[in-house]
């Protein structure tokens, strides 16, 4: 089984309003597809389907091969981390609580088997061990947008969805995470779908690159591919931007 994430023939609507039709989309093992579009065309409705936060109107979601309609969406999540713009941080446990959230949930009582995954999560986003016993209010905003990185790897997920993950931190902090988030990709080789509004950071981070615009994909190619040859004006227009 080489496809991670298959999405099949989905529809998806609000109300009497089309979100999606004809959805398909094929996601290899190990790839780290970078998703952009404009604002509304469905990037996050996509997203959520696949950890089930959204349920299709018809059509179906495959993951590992297996329809998530048959499987316990408990099961399914703990092997899907999940990011999000923000601070999606637990207010009332410190940082290394909120880290050790799943795999405490995992290891029950295997402490030293969690603080040593806790710590090793802390070390690769890059925070100081120092700051293990801090409140989310107690941090910068890059700070807990890498807490909300560790903690979605820190269940050794094979699957990680980021929806905007660096939108609300500067320039400075937004590079680094890039670099940091691109070598957790390459030494663990987890499957990667990163939605942006930054076409640089779409190609530079991506593998591939999903380009949407209301509710149909554009092109859906290697970065140098989607630079080269254009497949329709919308893309034409990103890449020049
Ligand atoms: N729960 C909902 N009820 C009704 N409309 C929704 C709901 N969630 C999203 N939408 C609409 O669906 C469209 C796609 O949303 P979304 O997937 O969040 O877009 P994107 O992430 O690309 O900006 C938008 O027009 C949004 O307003
Ligand atoms: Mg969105």
Not at 120 to 129: A, N, Q, R, S, T
Not at 217 to 233: F, G, H, N, S, V
Request: glycine residues 8%; charged residues 25%; hydrophobic residues 40%.
């Amino acid at each position: 089984m080489n496809t991670a994430i298959e999405l099949k023939n989905i529809k998806k609507a609000y109300g009497d309003k089309v979100i999606l039709e004809g959805f398909c989309l094929s996601v290899a093992r190990g790839e780290f597809v970078t998703i952009i579009g404009s604002s509304g065309c469905g990037k996050t409705t996509v997203l959520k389907m696949i950890n089930g936060l959204i349920k299709p109107t018809s059509g179906d979601v495959f993951v590992d091969g297996e329809n998530i309609r048959s499987k316990n969406i408990i099961q399914l999540r703990r092997n899907i981390g999940y990011a999000i713009q923000g601070s999606v941080l637990f207010p009332h446990m410190t940082v290394g609580q909120n880290i050790s959230y799943v795999p405490n949930l995992l290891n029950k009582r295997d402490r030293a088997r969690t603080r040593s995954a806790v710590s090793k999560w802390m070390g690769i986003v890059g925070l100081d061990e120092e700051l293990k016993d801090r409140y989310p209010s107690e941090l910068s905003g890059g700070q807990q947008q890498r807490v909300g990185i560790a903690r979605a790897l820190a269940a050794s997920p094979d699957i990680l969805l980021m929806d905007e993950p660096f939108g609300a931190v500067d320039e400075i902090t937004r590079s680094q995470l890039q670099t940091e988030l691109r070598q957790i990709y390459e030494k663990t080789g987890i499957t990667v779908l990163f939605v942006t509004h930054d076409i640089s950071e779409a190609l530079k981070l991506g593998t591939k690159v999903l380009v949407m615009d209301q509710g149909i994909i554009q092109q859906y190619a290697r970065p140098d591919e989607l630079m080269r040859k254009p497949a329709t004006d919308f893309v034409k227009q990103l890449v020049q931007l």
